[in-house]
């Protein structure tokens, strides 16, 4: 069955300093992944999708993330965080057909 | 381009009342679908469709109901309230195939 790992519950981080969100996935065939972030009180909304084109996924707002096969891995990153980065973060791993499947979030803290 | 539009924003209901929390999408998109989300759990998928009068069950469907009369609506209906689904409510939409979902701004529902 198809899963996700977000290794960190939390993760802190001081503005203008990289961030480092880490996912690894479990599937049995080749997955199509996503990053998505939610704001407080807010919807969900996409950050990036691979789908199986080039490993390097560039997305909204300044952030990447790389699709590592061999580690299995999907991190999320960006060059220097910004205040308004704080928020909720998910990724999410296609399990099947038009079901996907959420990790339980990693929290990003921005101070000042 | 009001995209996936979720009523109410609120509710407060007591035990054993039921209520349908409404779900309406403008973008054309055959698969619907409903998530709840609960902290440290991340999106938990309660029921989804692939097509007008086609429902599946996901992870949680027990104490929820869903139809699929138009390819625009997923209401779905809490048949007998309990404190067990106070929760924030997720609709979201998506073209068929790698594309990523699209989420409505969510219902907190409260169960007394």
Known sequence: AQ????????????????????????SSYSPSLFWYVQH??????LLLKYTSAATLVKGINGFEAEFKKSETSFHLTKPSAH??????????????????VFGTGTRLLVSP | NAGVTQTPKFQVLKTGQSMTLQCAQDMNHEYMSWYRQDPGMGLRLIHYSVGAGIT??????NGYNVSRSTTEDFPLRLLSAAPSQTSVYFCASKNTGNSPLHFGNGTRLTVT
């Open chain 1, 3 to 26: 899963s996700v790992t977000q290794l960190d519950s939390h993760v802190s981080v001081s503005e203008g300093t990289p961030v480092l969100l880490r996912c690894n996935y479990s």
């Open chain 1, 40 to 45: 407080p009180n807010k919807g969900l909304q």
């Open chain 1, 83 to 100: 205040m308004s980065d704080a928020a909720e973060y998910f990724c999410v791993v296609m399990a099947g057909f038009q079901k996907l």
């Open chain 2, 56 to 61: 599946d069950q996901g992870e949680v469907p």
